[in-house]
């Protein structure tokens, strides 16, 4: 585990164990996610062309949700933090969701995050889209 400041350990422990049920644990030591995570950086700065060509097979897609998903998540908790102060967020519960784009779910784990964080216990029903199956 990274231990990401701002995701509950709970939930990045849930992310593992997701990784190596869908991904098997040899994809999740550090010979094998190190240079995945180095083939992810290079794609999403120098080689931004192949960001559409899907998504570089299991190793890179276990390098996407062990490393720069929880990584990401904390990043969307400016702004739910700017809709809480102006009572933006919905009452409503079950609080809906539909996370548009949501690769390997990201920001709505951000979201869960600070909805345990802020005090806010709702139930979440989560529509996550993504052109990418397997991250999903």
């Excluded at 190596?20 to 083939?39: D, K, M, N, S, V």
Aim: proline share 6%; hydrophobic share 50%; no cysteine.
């Amino acid at each position: 585990m990274l231990n990401v400041p701002g995701l509950p350990a709970d939930l990045e422990e849930a992310l593992w164990r997701a990784a190596e049920a869908r991904l098997g644990a040899g994809r999740l030591r550090a010979r094998t996610l190190a240079p995945a995570i180095a083939a992810v950086s290079r794609r999403y700065t120098t080689e931004r062309e192949g960001l559409g060509a899907g998504g570089g097979g299991a190793d890179q897609l276990a390098a996407r949700l062990l490393f720069f998903g929880p990584s990401d998540a904390p990043k969307v908790q400016v702004p739910l933090g700017e809709l809480a102060a102006a009572g933006a967020l919905p009452a409503a519960r079950p609080l809906r969701v539909l996370d548009v784009g949501a690769g390997t779910g990201a920001m709505s784990l951000g979201l869960l995050a600070y909805l345990r964080g802020a005090g806010i216990v709702a139930e979440v029903a989560l529509t996550a889209l993504d052109g990418d199956g397997a991250a999903l």
